[in-house]
């Protein structure tokens, strides 16, 4: 939805819209990049936030990097930052809050270390990826966001030796080590194992059918 509706029907205000260096996944084909979207909230009400991708990354694909979660992060009117679930209800909100919206980044395909390095550094200059990030790709990118070719080349067959076989797809771990990282890494205590009823099970949706 358009910035200039949002704040020309709500009482808001388009305080940032940005993408997230390093939030795409590298890869040969970088992930995109997520999105910081800023709402600072004019007069007092009540928001719901539903969005997904916190718990679980955007997958890589034939060698690539997850791309980044999402997060929701509200920064209150007194400076008070509280990071927000990616889903909820009727938060109350006054007059100078700002809620951080930064959506996921896409997973990358193909094997980060072929990925051009001229390209790396360009993503660099034009601030999609970070000079710390670009070596993520093996790339080594000076402070003027030139290729130092012969440190780029070092790295790569560093990292080539170090990272063993390339996985047709990285989740950025199994559903059980997510969860066992969940609090750390999101401040959130990990989801429940969904609990079936016996009649949403195979066998009793077979009884029922016969």
Not at 92 to 115: H, I, S
Not at 157 to 186: M, Q, S, V, Y
Request: aromatic share 10%.
């Amino acid at each position: 939805m358009p910035n200039e509706f949002l704040e020309s029907y709500f009482p808001l205000r388009i305080v940032r819209y940005e993408t997230i260096a390093d939030s795409g996944g590298a890869g040969l084909h970088r992930g995109g990049n997520g999105v910081s979207m800023g709402y600072m909230f004019l007069e007092p009400g009540e928001i719901s936030i539903h969005d997904d991708r916190w718990l679980t990354y955007p997958w890589g694909v034939n060698g690539g990097e997850p791309g980044m979660r999402s997060n929701k992060l509200m920064v209150r009117a007194d400076g008070k930052e509280e990071l927000m679930p990616s889903k909820c209800d009727r938060i109350k909100v006054e007059t100078g809050d700002v809620l951080y919206f930064n959506t996921w980044g896409g997973g990358g395909w193909g094997d980060p270390l072929k990925r051009d390095a001229q390209k790396v550094a360009k993503d660099a200059e034009r601030g999609l990826v970070t000079v710390q990030g670009a070596r993520r790709y093996g790339v080594v990118v000076t402070s003027d966001f030139a290729v130092d070719e012969r440190a780029t080349q070092a790295l790569r067959d560093r990292l080539a030796r170090e990272r063993g076989e390339l996985k047709l797809f990285n989740f950025g771990g199994t559903i059980e080590e997510l969860k066992a990282r969940c609090k750390a890494e999101t401040s959130f205590d990990p989801p429940r194992t969904p609990e079936f009823q016996k009649w949403m099970r195979g066998g009793g949706a077979v009884a029922a059918a016969e």
